[in-house]
C-alpha cells in the first residue's frame, strides 16, 4: 500500500520517541496500528463492494445479451410459424380445389351417375 522501507520506519520511531517521550510512544503506536487496521479494512471492503458492483452490471449486460436473443429467436419462430400456417393454407385450398374438381361432372346435361340412391328416390 504505502512504499516504505526499514530505514524510513526507523527514522519515524526515532522521531516519535523523542516527540512523544518513552511513555507515551507505546500507547501511540497501540492506536496508530488501530487505525492503520481500520483504514486496511475499509478500503478491503471497499474494493469488495466495488468488484461486486462491476460483476453485477457484467452479469446485467449479459442477462441483456441473452434476453435479446430470446426475443429475436421468438420473432424468427413466430414468423416461420406464420409461414408455415400460410402454407398449410395454400395446400388446403389446392387440395379442395383439386377434390372439388374431380367431384364434378364434365357434361352439365347429364344426370350425376355418382349419386346415392336416395338422393334418386327425392328427385
Given at each position: 500500500?504505502?512504499?516504505?522501507?526499514?530505514?524510513?520506519?526507523?527514522?519515524?520511531?526515532?522521531?516519535?520517541?523523542?516527540?512523544?517521550?518513552?511513555?507515551?510512544?507505546?500507547?501511540?503506536?497501540?492506536?496508530?496500528?488501530?487505525?492503520?487496521?481500520?483504514?486496511?479494512?475499509?478500503?478491503?471492503?471497499?474494493?469488495?463492494?466495488?468488484?461486486?458492483?462491476?460483476?453485477?452490471?457484467?452479469t446485467r449486460q449479459q442477462?441483456?445479451?441473452?434476453?435479446?436473443?430470446?426475443?429475436?429467436?421468438?420473432?424468427?419462430?413466430?414468423?416461420?410459424?406464420?409461414?408455415?400456417?400460410?402454407?398449410?393454407?395454400?395446400?388446403?385450398?389446392?387440395?379442395?380445389?383439386?377434390?372439388?374438381?374431380?367431384?364434378?361432372?364434365?357434361?352439365?346435361?347429364?344426370?350425376?351417375?355418382?349419386?346415392?340412391?336416395?338422393?334418386?328416390?327425392?328427385?
Amino acid at each position: 500500500m504505502f512504499d516504505i522501507g526499514f530505514s524510513e520506519l526507523l527514522l519515524f520511531g526515532v522521531i516519535a520517541l523523542i516527540v512523544l517521550g518513552p511513555e507515551k510512544l507505546p500507547q501511540a503506536a497501540r492506536t496508530a496500528g488501530q487505525w492503520y487496521a481500520k483504514l486496511r479494512r475499509t478500503v478491503s471492503t471497499l474494493q469488495s463492494e466495488i468488484e461486486a458492483e462491476l460483476d453485477l452490471a457484467e452479469t446485467r449486460q449479459q442477462m441483456q445479451n441473452e434476453l435479446a436473443k430470446i426475443r429475436q429467436t421468438e420473432s424468427d419462430m413466430k414468423r416461420e410459424l406464420a409461414e408455415m400456417r400460410g402454407s398449410m393454407q395454400k395446400f388446403e385450398d389446392s387440395q379442395n380445389q383439386s377434390l372439388d374438381a374431380s367431384h364434378q361432372p364434365t357434361d352439365p346435361h347429364q344426370p350425376n351417375i355418382s349419386s346415392s340412391p336416395i338422393e334418386k328416390v327425392n328427385e
